[in-house]
């Protein structure tokens, strides 16, 4: 997911929200389901936002990716489930996750039978191949790095536009795909999920007509599209329903409405009203998690995490930082529980200790640095800086992160640590502290994997090779030797569930550093209309309401 | 009049240069890099250098800017071989964030502004002027201080507060009018009217209240002219002096602050388009704002001043017709 996609999510909640009052309890229905949802009617979808590009290899965030299966099948994909089915990686057109050879270098998939794009041409190998190869267009392959970053290629190919077939990807027979790997990768399928490993008629899609006019291989089809307005889908009449064991596709049509504003959609959604019956929406404000907790609202609700960590970095080649004992003592000083108050309540987060959140199979809930202040003042002194110091934060002037910035504050008061509050405009924070030159002490920030494993998690933050000029993602800058090797050696590990086991160690070893204070795991709340059935939020993409399973209780209502 | 026409034509196109120079030079010299927020999550400095690239903005800034301009009248192509895109004159580039061409973008975007403008005009206009007349022929009586009394109230609320409100009130408490959205006049004329409804009105009463103060010191000044008391001298009707001899004067001003106001709100309602999710210019401006979109940004910013400048000559030429005394020969 890209980083643009941590924003958005964060946005989602944080950017016009007022900071909600009191300490609202949480939703009681987890992620649980409404019922199921009987065919037919029509799922209206209210979002404040258009999705970024209807073209797979362009788009790439929770939104979006969730949006794209309904449209596209790709080789796998996430399970159909709240909880823990939802980051299960299954079979979607290919008749398994994958045959590994050549030590997890090679893999070789089979195509279903009876699958079939919206004009009626037969899904082959040769289109999985065309649609795999877009992701090296120098103007088009802006989403998902993943297919470039794992499949080996030409280092001069430039996607099937310019540069031609992409020899690299076997098709001996319309069936068979192979492809060899650059390294051995034992998780490819999981990679494969993204959204950019999506079959397309060969030759199609230049020049960006995708994000116009996509050519559907899912359960649905594009009607019609209204930049910025409105887009409406109607079914794949050559979508069969035998060959897709994940998408239940009920309603007959969905017809999404964009660039609502966020406090309007919550109203239509409380006050359901006519069709918004048979709406569903993104997060609500903070503003309205007090309304909800109103009795009539409770079985509307859902909530889930969004599978995300929100942490204060620290930038460790500013003076004071690169003391370690220094971080851990900040660490030790900020008390959550009162981040999690200024985020907006309990209702929205929960606190952080890990760095990678509950969502991350393998991943073990520890706490390396317990609120102790005296604790946190002893280290300090062991670094010489018992009478404290001033550190610039970054943040985003929106109230939530206003609110968490301000908790951080008190929180280092008593350490005499004088925390400086810098507001970078949310339009350029991310370019802005991804810049080392740029950065001050610390920022406000959090990342979501791209999919449930570690693996997409820790490398990305804290491999000391990639220490960029601009776009660097290690905030921390942490170069560190031992981190570098673990990374290194669980990459290669060809048992997927020892590797996800090993990233949990790799977690407590990196927070020995403590590079990061983690602060809070975000929640994703909705509330549906009172006619949507087989409703739940999906782990897979940011905590959204699953678009596959959800339909209408009554489609005739 | 042809020489006047004339030189205010090139008067129009040096200020829009400057406007483009600027706006040009404000996004693309002093924001940073766009290419890191495209780039993304995971993102390496080749695949940085190669968006600029893309993007063009690894070239100096002077012949970005050329580019930019031989773009806007002559049209230019962007990529190569089969991704070769040609993006005919007025070309404005295309969006950082959607890769849409900004051209069409606004003109999609267009007729939901237009919508917005002319129906707030036409209310601010007859709910201003009204106020305003009935003001002044009513000097000091409570119709008076009634009128401005609510000019005032009405001035000082807030866009976004009166809109909200009037959502609250209208539609989710007594149902009476649809969540306002931007639908289409042939989805049904009664839809469309109820739609746009509270934009008009939530846009319209700012104006309304500007006007109907102003409408009413105009036209007091005017009634205490001499020729006002000669009209009434000669025995000519109140109604016809006041028709004939005192609107005319006293709306002139208006023409003048009208045909600005309005010019504006072609480029945009931006609080009230956001508020209500009408999907305008004004909506596409503050996306833009928002998400760093600079060839968006820039489109706007131009938009919005070629309304204002053209307004402004255009406002000139109806003066002269209605006032003999700057009537060009």
Redesign the interface.
Known sequence: ??????IAAGAALS?LALTACGGASTPASGTGATGPATTGGTVHYLL???Y??LDPV?G?DGGVNNFYRLIYRGLTTFGAGPGKEGTKIVPDLATTTGTATDDNKTWTFTLKDDIFFEDGTPITSEAMKFGVARAW????G?GS?YAR?LIDAPKSYKGP??SGDLDTIETPDPKTIVFHLKKPFADFASALAQPNFVPFPKGTG???AF?AKPIASGPYKVESY????SLKLVRNPHWKAATDTVRAAKPDRFQI?????G??ID??ML?G??ADANAIAGAIQAATVARIQAPQFKARTLSTYMGCTTYMSFNTTKKPLGDVRVRQAINHAINKDTVVAGDGGTALATRATSIQPPTIVGRVDYDPYPTDLAKARQLLEEAGLADGFDLTLDVRPVPRQQGMAVAIQEALKPLKVNVKINNID???F???I??PA?QHDAALTGWCP?WSSGATFLP?LFDGRNI????N?NLAQINDKAVNERIDEIAEMTDVDAANAAYAELDKQIMELAPIVPLLYEKNVTVIGDNIAGAYLSDAYSGGIDLVSVGLKTPGK | MARYLAGRIAGLALILFMVCLFTYLIFFQLSPDPAVMICGKTCTPERIVQIRTILGLDEPFLSQFRDFLVGLFAGRDYGSGANLIHCPAPCLGYSFQTSQSVWEMIVDRLPVSATVAVGAAVLWLLAGIGAGLLSAVKEGTWWDRTLMGLALGGASIPNYVLALSLQYVLVVHLQILPFPSAVAFSDGPVLWFQSYLMPWVVLATGYACLYARLTRANVIDTLAENFMRTARAKGLSPVLTMRRHALRPALTPITTIFGMDFAALLGGALITETVFGLNGVGKMAADSIAKNDQPVIMAVTLLAATFVVVGNVVVDLVYTGLDPRVRIR
């Open positions: 997911m890209r980083r643009s996609a941590v950017a404040s936002s258009d970024s590009h362009r790439w267009d120098p103007e088009a802006i790095p970053l536009y310019v230049a020049a960006n994000d209204q930049r910025g307005a409405t964009f660039g609502l504003d406090a309007t109203e239509r006050a009203q006519g949310t339009s350029t991310y370019e802005v991804a810049t740029q791209d990305p960029y000029d601009k776009g993602q």
